[in-house]
């Protein structure tokens, strides 16, 4: 089935229409010239469409790292499930490249509709709480290395 099929030659001819030259999930730098430097994140990252971040220095290198959720399971009819996400750590390495690693070697999974990711602490203890769309909450503890 094509979209024409879905909602008539017609209404796509009268409808609105954007047009996008990506839909990766990118790191834009800005250059301090109100430039920005575009960059693709890693393969990893573009399993599903990332809907919230948490950056800090995971891996006390010095450099930023991200911890990204996504997912989106409601769509429409002729738009496929958006499921692959299960989270994913992004190490940065402080020049704008990013390493990717998710599932048991971050023992992280967020395959849920994850929306928000926050940062707690209990002052000795730092937690990631996770927010899905319509299900529970999850929530991970974060090791120190």
């Known amino acids: 089935m094509e979209i024409e099929d879905v909602y008539g030659e017609e209404k796509l001819k009268n ?3 954007y047009r996008t030259d990506t839909f990766a999930s990118v790191y834009m730098e800005n250059m301090s010239d109100d430039t920005f430097k575009v960059k693709d994140l890693p ?3 573009q399993l599903s469409n990332l809907n919230d971040m948490f ?3 995971f891996n006390d290198d010095g450099a930023l790292d991200v911890l990204a959720i996504g997912n989106l399971y409601v769509s429409e009819m002729e738009t496929p499930r958006n499921d692959e996400g299960t989270g994913v750590l992004l190490l940065g390495d402080g020049k704008g490249y990013f390493t990717a690693k998710r599932g048991s070697k971050i023992e992280f999974y967020a ?3 994850a929306k928000k990711i926050i940062s707690l602490t209990n002052g000795q203890k730092d937690y990631a709480l996770v927010g899905n769309n319509d299900d529970e909450l999850q929530f991970f503890e974060i090791e120190k290395n």
């Open 15 to 17: 409808s609105l229409h």
């Open 43 to 45: 393969n990893m990252a």
């Open 55 to 57: 950056i800090r220095d």
């Open 111 to 113: 395959a849920k509709g």
